[in-house]
Structure formats: C-alpha cells, structure tokens
C-alpha cells in the first residue's frame, strides 16, 4: 500500500506564498520521478513542476521563477515553494510519484486547496 501526504495549502493573498509537502510511504518501491501538478475549476490537470531523484527539474513555462520543486530521496519527500502567487494560481495541487521498480507505475495524493485571494 503506498500513501502520498500532501501538506501545505490554504488561502493566501496575492503576493504571498506557500511551500506544499508531499511526503511518500508504504511499499514505494524505486521512484524515477516526484512532480506537482494543479487543477483548476473546469480546467484540466497540468504540469507545475518536476523533479528525478538525481536532481533534474522541469517547469511550467509559465511558473519558472516564481516557483520552486525540491526533494528529499531520503525521506521520499517533494517541496514546492511558490512565491508572488497570483489569483490565478488558485487551484487543487497534487503530488504524483512515479516508480520504475518493481514495476512502472505513478501515484497521486489526494490534493490540497490553494487558494489565492486578490
């Protein structure tokens, strides 16, 4: 059984920021990849951001230099700080953790609200 926790949103004002925790535990495995995506009312899921465990990381065009994707391998935790948030930003953020080992698969958490007011 593999759990994701996610932690870190709430409501902020614009200009602000948040850091969101997405901790992994259970039956892992080998993990390739850890990233953030959002979703929006009556949009679809997108990218925020990625990170492999040897450090790479991969923005959203439209986020690099406000956000930043982090990681601990040890902990099989993923960070993202998110600074100058803007209204629309607000979206439900999930954390997806993909594994090579045993087998290929991904995991998503369940989400946590970001809300950002004007």
């Known amino acids: 059984q593999v759990q994701l926790v996610e932690s870190g949103g709430g409501l902020v004002q614009a200009g602000g920021s948040l850091r969101l925790s997405c901790a992994a535990s259970?039956?892992?495995?080998?993990?390739?990849?850890m990233g953030w995506y959002r979703q929006a009312p009556g949009k679809q899921r997108e990218l925020v951001a990625g990170?492999?465990?040897?450090?790479?990381?991969r923005y959203a065009d439209s986020l690099k230099g406000r956000f930043t994707i982090s990681g601990d391998n040890a902990k099989s935790t993923v960070y993202l700080q998110m600074n100058s948030l803007e209204p629309e930003d607000t979206a439900v953020y999930y954390c997806?953790?993909?594994?090579?080992?045993?087998?290929?698969?991904?995991?998503w958490g369940q989400g946590t609200q970001v809300t950002v007011s004007s």
């Open positions: 259970g039956s892992i495995g080998r993990i390739n990849n």
């Open positions: 990170i492999t465990t040897d450090g790479r990381t």
């Open positions: 997806r953790v993909d594994i090579y080992w045993p087998r290929r698969d991904t995991y």
